[in-house]
């Protein structure tokens, strides 16, 4: 199963941890392919330390009418909205709206 972790503000522990079992093309992207088992473990360590941060997880779901789905945790400057089965992404304004 491949899967992509997008950090944003994590400890560099955590990287380091993750680089074990995937691939760090870019600071702070990682690509792998592991199994469901491994992907829900590396996902419970990564919640457990973001803290000011946010993770993003992406992951092949054969189930999916996409193919794949998402997990996030942390920033929430983006929403994940689910219609139908379909996922799409909401950017979130922190300006107030006028009247």
């Known amino acids: 199963?491949?899967?992509v972790l997008i950090l944003e503000r994590v400890p560099a522990s955590l990287r380091g941890d993750l680089s074990r079992w995937m691939l760090?093309?870019?600071?702070g992207v990682f690509v792998g392919r592991?199994?469901?088992?491994?992907?829900?473990?590396?996902?419970?360590?990564a919640?457990?330390?973001v803290k000011d941060g946010a993770t993003l997880?992406?992951?092949?779901?054969?189930?999916?009418e996409q193919g794949f789905s998402f997990r996030q945790q942390g920033d929430r400057s983006r929403e994940l909205?689910?219609?139908?089965?379909?996922?799409?992404?909401?950017?979130?304004s922190?300006?107030?709206q006028a009247p």
């Not at 219609?83 to 950017?91: A, C, E, V």
């Open 1 to 3: 199963m491949i899967v």
């Open 24 to 27: 760090e093309p870019k600071a």
């Open 34 to 45: 592991v199994t469901a088992q491994v992907r829900d473990r590396l996902w419970d360590r």
């Open 47 to 49: 919640k457990a330390r």
């Open 57 to 64: 997880m992406i992951c092949e779901d054969v189930r999916s």
């Open 81 to 92: 909205l689910d219609f139908d089965g379909i996922t799409l992404i909401r950017q979130l």
């Open 94 to 96: 922190c300006a107030p």
